[in-house]
């Protein structure tokens, strides 16, 4: 039936099924070529070139929270290559509090009004008037949303002991998972893999927790509410899926080893030292294969967090912050593979 599901063979325009294989039959076909004539991309007349997001986030169990949950801000700056009177981009349980369009001199092109579309998976903002080609504009978002438990977006992750004799004391840890279409559930984005964009990210978490991103972090210090605030460096330009965060209270394994055009290397979370091994030694064969010589996009920085409860044998290729399942993290080809 996967193979049908893309035949053009099966392009039918009438609602009947009389003349339908007698395996399409009763099955809802129509309905299904009705969905797969149905055009959910985003426009391409307005692109992402950079993001910045803030994050606070509460985690349960720390600082009294009873759940995990986070408010955020998101602007971005865009261009425009054909004149568009609206905005639409993607968001999925997210509330949103506040959106703005300004245009340069700070002129507020956006009505208030911020339209939501769930089977699109996007939210849509008009604006007072149609945006020229090549204008600039600046979109400003302001939101909430709750932790999810699914292992999508901005998910709690559980630190498991090993055994009854496991010293480490169990712990959650907040971690994201935006492939293919995660980082609409943790920020209003333009959630399409062509749209790549730079990343600036701030987050305000729990003094007892550390955070990781794609990039190094720039500096830390203290708000007013003795929350830690974490500042990270402007990442490459990224896909949206690509775009990386972990809070956690898991402990954290270093090394000074030196490895070609790398600065740092780190893994977090169960069998830490195992797996720095195996990182570096993915590293250094990339490094010895002729076609990497001149590639310039790989991170100076580069951690691995292993969790729990990925798929044990599984990983993602986030540049900067490889997440994996237990076993992938000790696994060479498979390391070799979200590196390469």
Request: aromatic letters at 10%; glycine letters at 4%; charged letters at 25%.
């Amino acid at each position: 039936l996967s193979l049908l599901l893309i035949s053009p063979s099966f392009t039918i325009q009438n609602d009947s099924e009389d003349d339908l294989p007698v395996y399409l039959k009763g099955i809802g076909w129509r309905d299904v070529e009705a969905e797969l004539r149905k055009d959910l991309r985003l426009s391409n007349s307005i692109r992402p070139t950079r993001y910045e997001v803030r994050l606070n986030v509460s985690v349960r169990g720390y600082e009294g929270a009873e759940k995990s949950t986070f408010r955020g801000s998101v602007f971005i700056l865009l261009n425009v290559s054909s004149p568009i009177d609206i905005i639409e981009l993607h968001s999925v349980d997210l509330a949103i509090e506040k959106a703005r369009i300004l245009a340069v001199g700070e002129e507020v092109l956006s009505t208030g009004e911020v339209k939501y579309h769930p089977e699109r998976e996007t939210i849509s903002i008009p604006s007072k008037r149609m945006i020229q080609k090549d204008e600039i504009v600046l979109l400003q978002i302001f939101y909430n949303g709750i932790v999810q438990m699914n292992g999508a977006g901005l998910y709690e992750s559980w630190t498991t002991r090993e055994d009854s004799n496991d010293p480490e004391t169990p712990t959650i840890s907040l971690v994201t998972s935006g492939e293919p279409t995660g980082a609409r559930l943790w920020i209003p984005c333009f959630d399409e893999p062509d749209k790549k964009a730079t990343f600036t990210l701030v987050v305000h978490h729990p003094k007892e927790l550390s955070v990781y991103s794609n990039s190094f972090i720039q500096r830390s210090q203290s708000d007013r509410f003795s929350r830690k605030v974490t500042f990270f460096k402007r990442t490459n330009p990224l896909p949206t899926y690509l775009f990386a965060l972990a809070v956690t209270k898991q402990k954290v394994a270093t090394t000074d080893k030196y490895v070609k055009r790398h600065r740092q290397f780190r893994a977090i979370g169960k069998n830490k030292k195992s797996a720095i091994i195996e990182f570096i030694s993915a590293f250094n064969a990339i490094n010895s294969i002729k076609v990497f010589e001149n590639v310039t996009y790989f991170p100076e920085k580069n951690d691995i967090i292993i969790v729990d409860d990925y798929p044990e044998r599984s990983a993602m290729e986030n540049p900067g912050l490889i997440t994996a399942g237990r076993k992938a993290a000790l696994e060479f080809d498979t390391l070799l593979h979200e590196i390469a």
